[in-house]
């Protein structure tokens, strides 16, 4: 059983589209991430969430939203996609802060 | 910014030996965690050590914890082809994680 689920794992689209990535965990955590990862291999912090704190890293443009329908769901939205935004990004999810356990990926491809 | 930086980035080292990455970061922590990532995969847990704690040891890994020069080192012992893969660094502080950018180790068989 996959603990952490990520969908699509990969996604070619056209600058200026409106996207969104799906993330789900059965681990029952109650704290979720998302991490966009660059080409140099950095891992950056873009959310993390609990069902009573979003924190958001101050460097993530508003264009990017995670939407949270329920405690196991934690999906990114992204609007006006522009070719910066060219990486995989990863979802996690831990029990408090802890060990965070990571989804495989989407692999999104701005042209 | 990047809180934990690895070095070195890349390591080659033939199988059988043993390898050691050094992460260094620069604020105060609650915890420091390594993750291992295949290519093209997401990353796994490896292990934690806890801003108290100065050695910690899970198998074939030794980690240990120097708050004072704010650094921390991974040693994988009796390296295997399959132990290739990048390494990384994550610093927990209060409200921030953060994650290095990696070493990449390869054991050549």
């Known amino acids: 059983d996959t603990a952490v689920s990520q969908t699509p794992k990969y996604l070619v689209t056209q600058m200026g589209n409106d996207k969104s990535i799906k993330c789900e965990q059965n681990?029952?955590?109650?704290?979720m991430y998302w991490y966009k990862q660059d080409s140099k291999k950095f891992l950056k912090i873009m959310f993390s969430y609990n069902n009573k704190e979003l924190i958001i890293n101050e460097t993530v443009p508003n264009r990017f939203s995670p939407k949270s329908p329920d405690k196991a769901h934690l999906n990114l939205h992204i609007n006006s996609l522009e070719l910066g935004d060219s990486a995989v990004y990863f979802c996690?999810?831990?029990?408090?802060?802890?060990?965070?356990?990571f989804g495989p990926g989407t692999r999104l491809l701005v042209l | 910014s990047q809180q934990g930086e690895e070095d070195p980035q890349a390591l080659s080292i033939q199988e059988g030996e043993n390898a050691t990455m050094n992460c260094s970061y620069k604020?105060?922590?609650?915890?420091l965690q390594w993750y291992r990532q295949n290519s093209g995969r997401g990353l796994v847990h490896l292990i934690l050590i806890r801003s108290n704690e100065r050695e910690k040891h899970s198998g074939r890994l030794r980690v240990t914890l120097d708050t004072s020069k704010k650094s921390s080192s991974l040693l994988i012992t009796a390296s295997r082809a399959a132990d290739t893969a990048s390494y990384f660094c994550a610093t927990d502080a209060t409200n921030d994680m953060r994650f290095g950018a990696g070493t990449r180790l390869t054991v050549k068989p």
């Open positions: 996690a999810s831990s029990p408090g802060r802890q060990t965070q356990y």
């Open positions: 681990l029952g955590h109650d704290t």
């Open positions: 604020t105060s922590i609650n915890n």
